[in-house]
């Protein structure tokens, strides 16, 4: 058979030339979950080449991932995995949750006041995990929306896993940026949400090509329904679970 990552003719389960293992056939559930669990155990090598190419041409990169070319990537499930944990122990080291609030002020507030102030702090605090489990829901997504792409949902999955983690890489870069404006930390946190905007648009015009006017307003609505979904669940938690 041919490897699909370089082209060699090879005979066995891995390709003798790369070391790539056979892949056969399109991605599925089964081996997103086997990744996922191998994440936790083994790291491989080119994570800051996947960070360039992901900046520079994320949508030929993410198509030839799934066409098999998997040997040349970083796993994408270990890059989200790594990337969250590195902008976790940042924005813990740096007290990225923007300014105490007085208690006395919080008092001087009316309860509805009271409850958007403090949730914007608790989404600001918890932002990384909510980017980690809103993955699984834009794939959701973007599979209704561009369903006639002809991708599955796990290659959606895939494709949502590498954007939310070079996103967190974007977060990670504007650290400083954040760290100087948090006395008003909209401003940071501002910055870094139109960033991630304009790269997802760009993103999903690379990987879905067609009309960019379309594409667009695709996925424009993949966002509307995301930060829609995201946001009610958000505050649902926060509501029933920590806000007093």
């Known amino acids: 058979m041919e490897c699909k990552n370089c082209g060699n003719d090879f005979t066995g389960k891995f390709c003798n030339e790369c070391g790539q293992k ?3 056939g399109r991605i599925t559930i089964r081996e ?7 994440s936790f155990t083994h790291i491989d090598s080119g994570i800051f080449f996947l960070i360039k190419e992901l900046f520079i041409r994320p949508g030929a990169v993410v198509r030839e991932y799934l066409s098999g ?5 970083f ?19 740096f007290t990225l949750f923007g300014p105490n609030i007085d208690p006395d002020t919080i008092e001087a507030l009316n309860s509805q006041q009271r409850f958007w102030l403090l949730f914007n702090k608790f989404i600001y605090r918890n932002f ?8 699984p829901v ?12 002809g991708y599955n949902y796990a290659e959606h999955l895939v494709f949502n896993t590498f954007l939310a983690a ?12 954040i760290y100087f404006t948090k006395s008003n930390w909209t401003i940071g946190v501002g910055i870094y949400y139109i960033l991630w905007v304009i790269y ?4 999903y015009v690379s990987f879905f090509g067609g009309n960019k006017f379309i594409t667009i307003l695709k996925y424009i609505c993949v966002l509307l329904l995301l930060m829609l979904t995201s946001q009610t669940i958000s505050m649902s938690v926060f509501y029933f679970f920590f806000y007093k």
């Not at 834009?138 to 792409?149: D, G, N, P, Q, T």
């Open 22 to 24: 056979n892949v056969d």
């Open 32 to 38: 997103i979950l086997h990744n996922f669990i191998h």
């Open 69 to 73: 070319k998997r040997k040349k990537y």
């Open 75 to 93: 796993n994408p499930f270990q890059f989200l995995i790594i990337a969250i944990a590195i902008a976790a122990f940042l924005a813990v080291k």
């Open 128 to 135: 990384n995990l909510i980017l980690f489990l809103s993955v």
């Open 138 to 149: 834009a794939a959701v997504y973007s599979r209704l929306i561009f369903r006639k792409s």
């Open 166 to 177: 070079e996103r967190t890489v974007l977060y990670i870069i504007l650290t400083p940026l």
């Open 200 to 203: 997802y648009g760009y993103s």
